[in-house]
């Protein structure tokens, strides 16, 4: 079989193929990488992908377009080495006998991470600490207490493969999670030790509220003035989704207030302004959108479908497979 890299970026390149993964590709597929630099557009695939049996890609990728698939009569598989394959497909492709797989379960375990990361640091204000502390001032142990995690009440707003990663994380700290999901049954709720909330009640109840929806139209906004203002004061706000998840206005609104605290490592607009006044609040930790950014996960990304590739040849089930119906709840990017 034959297989095209179309990643074109150096340093992705650098980063994703290692000399085993590369061995583990060439050792049961020829292997052919598109110029590294090259401006490679939907067409220029276009013209290539008559070739190829599998196609691997990743950020900055181009797409699928009905013309791509046209030319791509011996294609069976496409291996998206990162996230949401939003910006690598359409819907098109579930038309044809094609597999699409991406390797989200191992981004998925880096954002949880982060987002355990930001619920301990907010949650234990190191902002606020850091700061005073870089000004002279030391903690006052006869009146200083931060939200900690143990033993609180986190709500977990969406589930999926992030979501899952979290939930375990947060076992140690015997904290009640409680999930708002259409996707997760009673059975599974139970499960996983968590317990199905309304999403205004789950705002009503919680200490710490950690955001892993996806981007889409019926997401976008879903987190407004209403939800925001049930949070209990010395509440903290945690969000490593996308940010039009929430109103921004409406948070902006109430964390100028001092009441809540919040955590958050996306916004509207990226990259957030020098200027942008979530990053002039002492009580809000801005972070510019790391959730992917674990060194070693990040490097496994194209070893993961290296390795569904070679579970897809040898007629096995394949972890990271993308439906149509997962497709159609992903963020575009």
């Known amino acids: 079989m034959k297989t095209l890299i179309a990643i074109a970026n150096a340093s992705l390149r650098e980063l994703f ?39 691997i890609t990743t950020w900055g990728s181009p797409l699928f377009t009905p013309e791509v698939l046209k030319r791509a009569q011996k294609l069976t598989f496409i291996g998206h080495g990162a996230g949401s394959v939003a910006s690598i497909v359409t819907e ?8 699409v797989t991406s390797a989200n379960t191992v981004l998925g375990l880096s954002t949880a991470e982060c987002a355990v990361s930001l619920i301990l640091a907010g949650a ?21 207490t931060t939200l900690g995690v143990t033993r609180r009440v986190v709500g977990l707003v969406g589930y999926g493969e992030i979501s899952k990663h979290v939930i375990r994380m947060l076992k140690p ?17 139970v499960a996983q030790g968590v317990e199905l909330c309304e999403l205004n009640e789950l705002f009503e109840r919680c200490d710490i509220v950690s955001m892993h929806n996806t981007w889409t ?48 490592d996306v916004y509207h607009h990226e990259p ?22 674990h060194g070693l996960l990040k490097r496994e990304l194209c070893e993961f479908i290296v390795n569904e590739l070679h579970r897809f040849v040898q007629g096995k089930a394949l972890v990271g497979q993308v439906t149509l119906d997962q497709y159609r709840r992903l963020t575009p990017w």
């Open 173 to 189: 700290f015997h904290a009640k999670v409680l999930l708002n999901s259409s996707y997760c049954s009673q059975e599974e709720a």
């Open 217 to 264: 139209p019926r997401t976008q906004g879903m987190i407004g003035a209403e939800q925001l203002k049930k949070l209990r004061d010395g509440a903290l706000f945690v969000n490593t989704a996308r940010g039009p998840i929430v109103e921004e206005q409406a948070l902006v609104q109430e964390l100028r207030t001092g009441r809540i605290h919040a955590a958050l």
């Open 17 to 55: 193929w290692q000399e085993a993964t590369v061995n583990k590709l060439s050792s049961f597929s020829k292997v052919d990488f598109i110029a590294l630099g090259e401006a490679f557009t939907s067409d220029d695939l276009a013209e290539r992908i008559g070739d190829y049996d599998a196609c």
């Open 124 to 144: 234990w204000n190191h902002k606020v600490f850091s700061t005073t502390l870089k000004q002279g001032q030391w903690s006052n142990n006869s009146r200083d």
């Open 92 to 99: 098109d492709v579930f038309n044809t006998s094609i597999a």
């Open 272 to 293: 957030l302004t020098a200027d942008h006044e979530l990053l002039a609040m002492p009580n809000v930790l801005c972070l510019p959108h790391i959730g992917g950014f």
